[in-house]
């Protein structure tokens, strides 16, 4: 439904605030509210009793709801308001009570600011103490957040107005959701500096208001924006599959389907030391091989590095394999050593034409915030999946714009060509959670029930847009077969599978 307040219309869906606009131009992403537990999972919301009312220029929304549990049990209320008037001022208001003792990373309101228009632009904050500052969205992913202890921020919009937002009920900071593969700046309540989990005891109450101000049209923020000059896209991107992790045996007709696309390589996993490495290595090759495609080894190495690489590079030696790029990641750490990095030499004269990437199996975050000198390595490396914090369809597809500021942002920080070495729609690994035996992810939970449909052929069309404005150099999505892959396990396609070029055959 879309709603008006003086010059502003947005989007209202599911009780929040979407894609608001001015003069055509997006100002916030989303305005809404959320309950995280301690593993920063998102707690559902259950919304009843709501009102719309709603004219020209102005509305008034009212509705109750609960935050459930995985057995559907409400163990959190809130009544919200949001209200919006002729001259464009929005408040939102939410007022909650745990039903229950309640473990939570976080309790309370987001916003989300679009990339497009307001990275590398002005904001000026005024702080919980009183005082003010100013500062700019970062134009690259920014590794820590860069606006603290927030109280109310000002920002403009290039080549647009002025916006002021207050906040109430809590401290707020912003964090760069680029990070985690979200378009969006988030600037949410309570600061992570503060211990988390909070223990919100049955009957405790939060309160919480945002103020969105009416825009001023001419604004005179003293400071103005770096110039800058976008790199012109000039190159195609390598395009690889990954290997199915549903089904060792690929059908005839599987390989078939696989063989009309513009494919330039097939990604594994391979983890050393295990007991059956080599066997699986083994079948991989033969799948490759069956495809006609070079394999990138995502190679992940545990506690033995030196011997663990050295019987891997003895193999590809003995059997002569068709290898275009090797992974480099450790078990322990979530981006390559630096120890590893240094030995990168040593094997490229004993595996002269592969090429070595360096970087992470995770989220682009990781890439940002542990770094390292990459000058050995032939590419630096991430993955990407678009539902770090939310999970409906309207968000995936705005993420996607997300892979061109990673792969800008990776290039400027590495100096080296960027490989997006995984996209799942989902995530594979959860790298924060708080017991290493929950860092690998089922493959159950990897699975979306909307890979098969045609909300992933239209995902894909959107990662396509953004891979090709990009200057990625290679990126491999979604896997072969199963409810992960492109295709049924009998070779039936999926929507997805229209998406990928095919090869012209004359």
């Known amino acids: 439904m879309i709603l008006q307040a003086g010059k502003y219309a947005f989007l209202y869906e599911q009780g929040s605030i979407r894609q608001l606009k001015h003069q055509g131009k997006e100002i916030v992403r989303m305005i809404y509210f959320a309950l995280r537990d301690h593993n920063w999972g998102t707690f559902d919301k259950v919304i009843f009793d709501e009102v719309v009312q709603k004219d020209d220029t102005s509305f008034q929304i009212h509705y109750k709801c609960n935050h459930v549990d995985e057995a559907s049990t409400a163990i959190f209320e809130w009544e919200v308001a949001i209200n919006g008037a002729d001259n464009?001022?929005?408040?939102?208001?939410?007022?909650?009570?745990?039903?229950?003792?309640?473990?939570?990373?976080?309790?309370?309101?987001?916003?989300?600011?679009?990339?497009?228009?307001?990275?590398?632009?002005?904001?000026?904050?005024?702080?919980?103490?009183?005082?003010?500052?100013?500062?700019?969205?970062?134009?690259?992913?920014?590794?820590?957040?860069?606006?603290?202890?927030?109280?109310?921020?000002?920002?403009?919009?290039?080549?647009?107005?002025?916006?002021?937002?207050?906040?109430?009920?809590?401290?707020?900071?912003?964090?760069?959701?680029?990070?985690?593969?979200?378009?969006?700046?988030?600037?949410?309540?309570?600061?992570?500096?503060?211990?988390?989990?909070?223990?919100?005891?049955?009957?405790?109450?939060?309160?919480?208001?945002?103020?969105?101000?009416?825009?001023?049209?001419?604004?005179?923020?003293?400071?103005?924006?770096?110039?800058?000059?976008?790199?012109?896209?000039?190159?195609?991107?390598?395009?690889?599959?990954?290997?199915?992790?549903?089904?060792?045996?690929?059908?005839?007709?599987?390989?078939?389907?696989?063989?009309?696309?513009?494919?330039?390589?097939?990604?594994?996993?391979?983890?050393?030391?295990?007991?059956?490495?080599?066997?699986?290595?083994?079948?991989?090759?033969?799948?490759?091989?069956?495809?006609?495609?070079?394999?990138?080894v995502a190679l992940t190495i545990g506690e033995e590095e030196e011997k663990n690489l050295e019987e891997f590079v003895s193999i590809c030696q003995q059997n002569r394999l068709n290898i275009s790029s090797v992974l480099l990641f450790s078990k322990n750490e979530v981006t390559t050593p630096q120890r590893i990095i240094d030995l990168i030499p040593v094997f490229k004269k004993q595996l002269p034409k592969?090429?070595?990437?360096?970087?992470?199996?995770?989220?682009?975050?990781?890439?940002?915030?542990?770094?390292?000198?990459?000058?050995?390595?032939d590419f630096v490396t991430f993955s990407y999946h678009p539902q770090a914090h939310a999970f409906d369809n309207l968000t995936i597809l705005e993420n996607a714009e997300t892979l061109q500021y990673q792969t800008e942002s990776a290039e400027h920080l590495?100096?080296?060509?960027?490989?997006?070495?995984?996209?799942?729609?989902?995530?594979?690994?959860?790298?924060?959670?708080?017991?290493?035996?929950?860092?690998?992810?089922?493959?159950?939970?990897?699975?979306?029930?909307?890979?098969?449909?045609?909300?992933?052929?239209?995902?894909?069309?959107?990662?396509?847009?953004?891979?090709?404005?990009?200057?990625?150099?290679?990126?491999?999505?979604?896997?072969?077969?199963g409810e992960l892959g492109i295709l049924s396990l009998e070779g039936t396609p999926y929507p997805a599978f229209e998406i990928f070029p095919k090869k012209n055959h004359h």
């Open 88 to 296: 464009g001022t929005i408040s939102f208001e939410i007022s909650g009570k745990a039903l229950i003792d309640v473990r939570s990373n976080r309790a309370g309101f987001c916003v989300l600011h679009p990339i497009k228009g307001i990275a590398n632009q002005p904001v000026s904050l005024l702080h919980e103490d009183g005082s003010s500052s100013t500062s700019i969205f970062p134009r690259y992913i920014s590794p820590e957040d860069p606006f603290l202890m927030i109280r109310s921020m000002t920002w403009q919009v290039e080549d647009g107005a002025a916006y002021r937002m207050d906040f109430e009920g809590d401290t707020f900071e912003t964090e760069d959701q680029r990070n985690w593969g979200d378009a969006s700046f988030k600037t949410f309540c309570t600061p992570l500096s503060k211990p988390f989990p909070v223990l919100h005891k049955k009957g405790n109450t939060v309160f919480q208001r945002i103020t969105l101000h009416p825009p001023v049209e001419n604004p005179s923020l003293e400071m103005k924006p770096e110039q800058t000059v976008l790199p012109s896209k000039t190159t195609t991107f390598q395009l690889g599959i990954g290997a199915s992790v549903e089904s060792v045996e690929l059908a005839k007709e599987v390989i078939d389907q696989l063989k009309k696309l513009q494919l330039t390589h097939y990604r594994i996993d391979l983890a050393l030391p295990s007991a059956s490495w080599i066997t699986e290595f083994s079948t991989h090759c033969e799948n490759a091989f069956d495809l006609g495609l070079p394999l990138e």
């Open 354 to 377: 592969i090429k070595f990437g360096v970087g992470t199996n995770y989220n682009f975050t990781e890439l940002n915030r542990n770094r390292f000198e990459a000058k050995e390595a």
């Open 414 to 481: 590495y100096n080296k060509p960027v490989h997006i070495n995984f996209i799942s729609l989902r995530a594979r690994a959860n790298p924060y959670a708080s017991s290493l035996s929950d860092v690998q992810i089922p493959i159950s939970k990897q699975i979306d029930p909307r890979q098969s449909t045609d909300f992933t052929k239209d995902w894909l069309s959107e990662v396509f847009r953004s891979l090709s404005a990009s200057t990625v150099a290679s990126a491999t999505l979604l896997r072969t077969v």
